[in-house]
């Protein structure tokens, strides 16, 4: 079974350039998670979605983050302009809705650099 | 909202030796703490957890006890090797299916 795939794996942008990083979570899977894990630090969440819906965007800096999870499956976050500050591994896992385990698979991750 | 507070932050031991790292929370709501190892450049890979109605629970050489009264819970690795080098993660999980993380624990095995 394909695990939780993302891309791309590294990106290197000038600062107040836009940037996208896609995932892909492991199928049949109805939550989605994209973390920002800064080095040294644990995951932190932006944005969770069961299915389409966002249920906890709380701490997704809205200004320039935004995130869609289309029909439910792939995400997309999105990130305009990036600033210095934003560099950082970001991460996409799922998990089963409903399963109580609440066992998070993650992605490879994103890792940012904003120059 | 939730609080995990990890520590130590380091931890280094000799091969053999055991390896004891421990986690805080302040939510009561939280009822699911899983441990993840992170390996350099790798993804968090779960590699135990704890419900809130278990004391503890062990795999071969790794178990977790969980305090809920104190609201703590331990990860012991025991007879530790070189490969359980890697950046351990705990977390604390609600029913909301929010899962907060501690800031990890760089554990070294030295041969």
């Known amino acids: 079974e394909a695990g939780v795939v993302q891309s791309p794996r590294y990106k290197i942008i000038e600062k107040k350039q836009p940037v996208a990083f896609w995932c892909n979570p492991i199928?049949?899977?109805?939550?989605l998670y994209w973390y920002l894990q800064n080095l040294g630090q644990g995951p932190e969440l932006l944005i969770r979605?069961?299915?389409?819906?966002?249920?906890?965007d709380s701490q997704l800096p809205k200004d320039r983050f935004s995130a869609e999870r289309l029909k439910g499956v792939d995400s997309t976050l999105k990130i305009q302009p990036a600033e210095l500050g934003d560099s950082a591994v970001y991460l996409c896992?799922?998990?089963?809705?409903?399963?109580?385990?609440?066992?998070?698979?993650f992605g490879e991750g994103s890792r940012l650099t904003v120059l | 909202g939730e609080n995990v507070e990890q520590h130590p932050s380091t931890l280094s031991v000799q091969e053999g030796d055991s390896a004891v790292i421990k986690c805080t929370y302040s939510?009561?709501?939280?009822?699911?703490f899983p441990w993840y190892k992170q390996e350099l450049g790798k993804r968090p890979q779960l590699i135990i957890d704890?419900?809130?109605?278990?004391g503890e629970k062990k795999d071969q050489r790794i178990a977790v006890t969980l305090n809920k009264t104190a609201k703590h819970f331990s990860l012991h690795i025991t007879e530790t090797q070189p490969e359980d080098s890697a950046v351990y993660f705990c977390?604390?999980?609600?029913?909301?299916?929010?899962?907060?993380f501690g800031d990890g624990t760089t554990l070294t095995v030295k041969p």
């Open positions: 896992a799922s998990s089963l809705f409903g399963d109580n385990t609440g066992e998070l698979f």
């Open positions: 199928s049949g899977h109805n939550t």
């Open positions: 979605y069961e299915n389409e819906e966002a249920v906890d």
């Open positions: 939510d009561s709501a939280s009822n699911y």
């Open positions: 704890i419900r809130s109605n278990v």
């Open positions: 977390a604390a999980h609600t029913n909301a299916g929010k899962s907060t």
